[in-house]
């Protein structure tokens, strides 16, 4: 059966994001020295190819994907925009510090919504719809073979509500540049809405492959599932 294979970039940061500030909707472009760290991990690793290219809205999402493949005319998806921070949006965690708002948003895990802005579960919401249009958009064209370049709370919400091996969503967090490359069997997707992570990114080149991540990451699935039932030293082997 066909598979379809995309990969799962996370942008570059721009210097509100080097500066500690909240960067959602915001407009804001690739901070020079992030342009120069893509271009050394592009000459390092190898980034897969694809024929199909997608990116969020913002310009540092399209421009680190151009940025890797320049010949890209990428589609962008609205839905995958990144958290809108209201209020809060281009502040540092410093700079609110003093507002009892920002401090219960915190202590309550970042769930509600900051004034004006967008709540956790509202924000997952709306990119797993985007992502299953996404999906549905490949099956529909045949397209096997797809980048798309994101932010790191959008890769996360993703993998953690559709990837196999199940892992939370902090556990998908990665560096800027990097990213997982996942696989889509329609019929699974059609009946349980899963893709399969099997590999990290990028590969090869003069650096170490990073494949360790999802396996450990699959270990770790496997021993919460099985731990109990292989006991003892089994339970630990590497």
């Known amino acids: ?48 190819s694809a024929r199909a290219f997608y990116a969020s809205p913002s310009s540092r999402c399209v421009d680190t994907l151009k940025i890797l493949y320049p010949e890209a005319e990428p589609e962008v998806v609205l839905e995958l925009a990144e958290c809108d921070f209201g209020e809060w949006e281009g502040r540092t965690g410093q700079e609110l510090s003093g507002d009892p708002r920002f401090v219960a948003w915190m202590e309550g895990g970042g769930q509600a919504a900051p004034p004006g802005g967008e709540a956790s579960p509202v924000f997952v919401q709306r990119v797993c719809a985007g992502f ?3 999906v549905q958009n490949l099956l529909a064209a045949g397209q096997t073979s797809a980048a798309l370049v ?12 559709y990837g196999l091996p199940r892992a939370p969503f ?15 069997t329609p019929g699974l997707w059609m009946r349980s ?17 990073p494949d360790h991540l999802v396996v450990d990451l699959a270990r770790e699935a496997a021993e919460r599932a099985y731990g ?7 339970a630990n082997r590497s």
């Not at 809405?193 to 492959?209: I, K, N, S, Y």
Request: hydrophobic share 40%; with cysteine; charged share 20%.
């Open 132 to 134: 299953e249009m996404l």
């Open 193 to 209: 809405h899963v893709m399969e992570v099997f590999a990290t990114l990028p590969q090869g080149g003069q650096g170490e492959r």
């Open 170 to 184: 902090y556990d998908w967090m990665c560096d800027p540049g990097w990213g997982y490359s996942v696989r889509i």
């Open 1 to 48: 059966m066909k598979s379809y294979v995309l990969h799962l970039i996370r942008n570059m940061p721009c210097e509100g994001n080097l500066e500690g500030r909240y960067i959602g909707r915001t407009e804001s472009p690739l901070a020079m020295g992030a342009v120069a760290e893509l271009a050394k991990l592009k000459g390092q690793f190898q980034y897969p």
């Open 228 to 234: 109990d039932r292989m006991g003892g030293k089994d």
């Open 150 to 161: 994101t932010h790191a709370g959008v890769m996360t919400a993703l993998l953690a509500a």
